[in-house]
């Protein structure tokens, strides 16, 4: 089976990330591990493992790029716009390209969930946010 995957053709395939390495992302107080990047040769999804230890939160930012959590253990509260909700294993954060964003892990344990993107994520589609940008006076 073949399939049109961003312009090229897919086959069928493993990609093994046993070797790829976790890195502390420092400007989100995050340690992420890649999982699909443009480097794989996709240009329509990127996935990537995050890890947020107990008590910490990201920053407010937004992305040019849609981005969806997939939440796959412990708890968080995360802000989209001006709402904040609670999340927990199995939740989806739908997250449209533009929305400031930020989550807080809410548990005794890491929070851990999954990234994707579409396109792939670039450090070039981050910009923090200020609160005072969400509620200018």
């Known amino acids: 089976i073949n399939a049109e995957y961003g312009g ?33 040769g996709t240009k329509k999804l990127g996935i990537a493992k995050a890890r947020l230890i107990a008590g910490s939160v990201t920053k407010l930012h937004t992305l040019t790029v849609d981005e969806h959590y997939i939440i796959c253990s412990g708890s968080g509260e995360i802000t989209l716009g001006k709402e904040k909700k609670i999340v927990c294993p199995d939740d989806i954060a739908v997250i449209p390209a533009g929305t400031p964003q930020k989550i807080r892990n809410i548990g005794s344990s890491d ?16 910009k923090e946010v200020h609160d005072e940008e969400l509620d200018p006076k």
Not at 18 to 32: A, C, D, N, P, R
Not at 111 to 126: I, K, Q, R
């Open 8 to 40: 090229q053709k897919m086959e069928p395939s493993i990609i093994n990330n046993q070797g790829t390495v976790e890195y502390f992302l420092k400007s989100e107080k995050i340690w992420v591990k890649e999982l699909l990047t443009s480097g794989f």
């Open 111 to 126: 929070l851990v969930f999954l990234c994707v993107t579409s396109p792939p994520w670039s450090e070039e589609c981050y």
